[in-house]
Every structure is written in structure tokens, then in C-alpha cells.
């Protein structure tokens, strides 16, 4: 168990809407990182961060915005959900810089109607 | 572009039916082969990291094995709690993110 929590679970929002997942994680990683799932698609890299305020683009971050202000929340927007961004949201951690491997949270069901 | 494919996409075995599941890889540097299980409704998680070809790692049922080209997660005598989907990443280059394949469901019966 990596110690992460995702927040809400699931979510039904309508197009338009802004919409907030929050990821928190209690052990004091430094990088945190937010895919999306989607039917044959594999888990897809949204945005990543590895440390406070410090964040990066993954490969599907249009549409999407991250912020981190303290070491345990990683928060993903999407400023105005689409129906495309119905997706299971995972937010992932890495223990140390030298680490390769991630660990996954519960994930987030998002369904943009 | 790093590339991960997984194969079958499905596969349903009997109890103690022996198998394999197939990870092949295009990337550039690898620094790292990953397997996952991920059951219903859950996030993955995290079972083996494979760092160089000729590499072998061991839990329990499950075997990988890696090669220059592709991994193998070997299943040994099944049992229906192995049932799950499993995926395969590889971590490559200098970029910070994994790449995924789309995985293989694996659906062990009685």
C-alpha cells in the first residue's frame, strides 16, 4: 500500500463544468503523476510533478491542468470537461529520483455527460 | 516513439493450465520493464521490474522474463484468484513517464 488516496471515487458532471481530482499521498513523495484509462488506449500520461510547484507536461495534458502547493496534494482541473475526458482517472507516485517504479492509486471514474 | 503491445488480449485458462503472457517493446534505452495486475475497479499493481535482457524475477505462480525484445510473464498452475488483467510499461530514455500496453485479460476458471 503506497499511502495514496484519490478523491472523489466517481463523478457524473456535465459538459462545460469545471471539474477538480484531488490525489493524496501520505509518505512525502516527491513525484506524483496523473494517467488516464481508457478502452484499448493502455494508461496514458496526463501531467507529472516532482516536488512542490514543479510540474510537467505528459503526452494528453490538453485540456488539463495540475497544481501541487504541498508535498502530499497533487490536483488535476479540467477547466471545462468534454465528453473525451470520460475516462478512470490514476494518480501514481515514485518513491525516490533513483526509482523507477510507480505505484497507483484507486483510480477516479469520470463521466462527463 | 516508444512502443509497448500485448498478446493475446485475452486469455482463459482452466486451474493448473500453465501459460504465458507476451510484452514485445520498441524503445530507445530502456531503463526498466514493468508488470502490473490490475483487478476490476482497482488501480494496477505493481508486481515485477525487469532492468536488462536476460533478466528473471519471481512471485509466487508468476515468472517474467526478459529478452532485448519482449517480456514474458510466465503463469505456473493457476488458480482463479489469478485472474486480473496484466500490464506491461517500460520507463525509457530520459522521459519521466511510463508507456503502457493495453494488456492481457486473464480469466482463470474452475
Known amino acids: 500500500d503506497a499511502g495514496i488516496t484519490q478523491s472523489p471515487r466517481h463523478k457524473v458532471t456535465e459538459t462545460g463544468t469545471p471539474v477538480t481530482l484531488r490525489c493524496h499521498q501520505t509518505?512525502?513523495?516527491?513525484?506524483m503523476y496523473w494517467y488516464r484509462q481508457d478502452p484499448g488506449h493502455g494508461l496514458r500520461l496526463i501531467h507529472y510533478?516532482?516536488?512542490?510547484?514543479?510540474?510537467d507536461k505528459g503526452e494528453v495534458s490538453d485540456g488539463y491542468s495540475v497544481s501541487r502547493s504541498k508535498t502530499e496534494d497533487f490536483l488535476l482541473t479540467l477547466e471545462s470537461a468534454t465528453s473525451s475526458q470520460t475516462s478512470v482517472y490514476f494518480c501514481?507516485?515514485?518513491?525516490?529520483?533513483?526509482?523507477?517504479?510507480?505505484?497507483f492509486g484507486p483510480g477516479t471514474r469520470l463521466t462527463v455527460t | 516513439e516508444d512502443q509497448v503491445t500485448q498478446s493475446p488480449e485475452a486469455l482463459r485458462l482452466q486451474e493448473g493450465e500453465s501459460s504465458s503472457l507476451n510484452c514485445s517493446y520498441t524503445?530507445?534505452?530502456?531503463?526498466?520493464l514493468f508488470w502490473y495486475r490490475q483487478d476490476p475497479g482497482k488501480g494496477p499493481e505493481f508486481l515485477f521490474t525487469?532492468?536488462?535482457a536476460g533478466e528473471e524475477k519471481e512471485k509466487e505462480r508468476l515468472k517474467a522474463t526478459l529478452t532485448k525484445k519482449e517480456s514474458f510473464l510466465h503463469i505456473t498452475a493457476p488458480k482463479p484468484e489469478d485472474s486480473a488483467t496484466y500490464l506491461c510499461?517500460?520507463?525509457?530514455?530520459?522521459?519521466?513517464?511510463?508507456?503502457f500496453g493495453t494488456g492481457t485479460r486473464l480469466q482463470v476458471t474452475l
Open positions: 501514481a507516485i515514485k518513491e525516490a529520483s533513483g526509482d523507477v517504479e510507480q505505484y
Open positions: 509518505e512525502n513523495h516527491r513525484y
Open positions: 510533478s516532482y516536488g512542490v510547484k514543479d510540474t
Open positions: 524503445v530507445s534505452g530502456l531503463r526498466g
Open positions: 525487469l532492468y536488462s
Open positions: 510499461a517500460v520507463f525509457a530514455g530520459t522521459a519521466s513517464k511510463l508507456t
